[in-house]
């Protein structure tokens, strides 16, 4: 199993500019979710997804949209840059069924995002 | 859920026993604490997680108070491989309204010296 991998693993862009930075797991976890984590703070939650087709917003939605087209991927997307969305992102997925006790979430590496 | 508070930083000794605290005195029946760990510059990893029995993997001991408002993490031989941020994090699992969202505080950043 490659576990939850992230491209890019860096990337600048320009106030403005608009990309996706992908995320897949080949784990079969319905769960996934998206961080971000800036210098000398904790992760802070953006957008998460119990299942395909089912998105929701997490502590820090304003700025990125997501979509769940299959249960593998879980693309965000930044429609206009901002500086103030420079951080570092973090994908994440888990197993997630109401019969679940407990569930650890694997994490990727993380897209290193600056926006200038 | 529940809030943590753990203390900012730690030093230890290569060889001995780290020994990292957790208060969550607001913890509710029937939420689980979890301890992950993220080394500098990687994803957070997942280490250990409990509900009100002791627990033990490869990786650490996980040491739950019997009034559950504090909990330790025990890394029975840290090497320098172990200097990171812990975080100590409370959830409820298991429920149909789960969302699985973690909560991440600020962490106990543990250096291990030689």
């Known amino acids: 199993n490659a576990g939850v991998t992230q491209t890019p693993k860096f990337q600048v862009l320009k106030t403005g500019q608009s990309m996706t930075l992908q995320c897949a797991q080949d784990?079969?976890?319905?769960?996934m979710s998206w961080y971000r984590q800036d210098p000398g703070m904790g992760l802070r939650l953006i957008h998460y997804?119990?299942?395909?087709?089912?998105?929701d917003q997490g502590e820090v939605p304003n700025g990125y949209n997501v979509s769940r087209s299959t249960t593998e991927d879980f693309p965000l997307r930044l429609l206009s840059a901002a500086p103030s969305q420079t951080s570092v992102y973090f994908c994440?997925?888990?197993?997630?069924?109401?019969?679940?006790?407990?569930?650890?979430?694997?994490f990727g590496p993380g897209t290193r995002l600056t926006v200038t | 859920d529940a809030k943590t508070t753990q203390p900012p930083s730690m030093d230890c000794a290569e060889g001995r026993a780290a020994n990292l605290p957790c208060n969550h005195s607001?913890?509710?029946?029937?939420?689980?604490v979890y301890w992950y760990r993220q080394i500098h510059s990687q994803g957070p990893q997942y280490i250990i997680h409990?509900?009100?029995n002791n627990e033990t993997n490869e990786m650490a001991s996980l040491i739950i108070t019997e009034d559950r408002k504090s909990s330790t993490l025990i890394l029975p031989h840290a090497t320098l491989r172990d200097t990171a941020v812990y975080y100590c994090?409370?959830?409820?699992?298991?429920?149909?309204?789960?969302?699985?969202?973690?909560?991440f505080g600020q962490g106990t950043t543990l250096q291990v010296k030689p």
């Open positions: 994440a997925s888990s197993y997630s069924t109401s019969l679940s006790t407990t569930y650890e979430q694997y």
């Open positions: 784990m079969n976890h319905e769960y």
């Open positions: 997804s119990v299942g395909a087709g089912i998105t």
């Open positions: 607001t913890i509710s029946g029937n939420e689980y």
């Open positions: 409990g509900l009100k």
């Open positions: 994090i409370v959830r409820v699992a298991g429920s149909s309204s789960n969302t699985g969202k973690l909560i």
